[in-house]
T-cell receptor, first 114, second 114 residues
């Protein structure tokens, strides 16, 4: 079982619509959570951290459900520029380690169409 | 000013050759990483250094040898290149901020082994 799993998509979204997708993680000891955005042939860039109480950043809303071990990302009023692959990222610090390791999902592709 | 810079951006080489990829960060971060993104798009950590000390060494063939001459540089040397080494290699750096880690990635080195 992969440590971080995501629906690869693509999610085809009309401009202005709302799209939401989830990611599940396998290790309940995971400590911090992020969504990264990766454009084609580019490096991943931090979109937002995900906090236990849920958080918003403009049109983006992230939620964390520790009991069910999933996080979600919702994009409102989609723009053409939102087309990208969204990577779910989990930071895991094991009791035997002093350092965290980022674990990446394979990404969910979002395509916003005019 | 580029925060995390990698060279070269593209590398095409024959099987059996030895090659190096260089990475430098000017963010003053203590920790640097090498990640590999294969054709299935998974980003997997390979190595991590904190202040020139190796702290994460995932299951990677010993043909891959990282070197960190100082905390601003982390290079990756690969011996006897194989077809399966073809991938995009991302360097990253991080620093703890308010209990969470901010990661910055380089733009990647696309390695093609022929």
């Amino acid at each position: 079982r992969k440590e971080v799993e995501q629906d690869p998509g693509p999610f085809n979204v009309p401009e202005g619509a709302t799209v939401a997708f989830n990611c599940t993680y396998s290790n309940s000891a995971s400590q911090s959570f992020f969504w990264y955005r990766q454009d084609c042939r580019k490096e991943p860039k931090l979109l937002m951290s995900v906090y236990s109480s849920g958080n918003e950043d403009g049109r983006f809303t992230a939620q964390l459900n520790r009991a069910s071990q999933y996080i979600s990302l919702l994009i409102r009023d989609s723009k053409l520029s939102d087309s990208a692959t969204y990577l779910c990222v989990v930071n895991l610090i094991l009791p035997t380690d002093s350092w965290g390791k980022l674990q990446f999902g394979a990404g969910t592709q979002v395509v916003v169409t005019p | 000013d580029t925060a995390v810079s990698q060279t070269p951006k593209y590398l095409v080489t024959q099987m059996g050759n030895d090659k190096s990829i260089k990475c430098e960060q000017n963010l003053g971060h203590d920790t640097m990483y090498w990640y590999k993104q294969d054709s299935k798009k998974f980003l997997k950590i390979m190595f991590s250094y904190n202040n020139k000390e190796l702290i994460i060494n995932e299951t990677v063939p010993n043909r891959f040898s990282p070197k960190s001459p100082d905390k601003a540089h982390l290079n990756l040397h690969i011996n006897s290149l194989e077809l399966g080494d073809s991938a995009v290699y991302f360097c990253a750096s991080s620093q703890e901020i308010d209990g969470t880690y901010g990661y910055t990635f380089g733009s990647g080195t696309r390695l093609t082994v022929v």
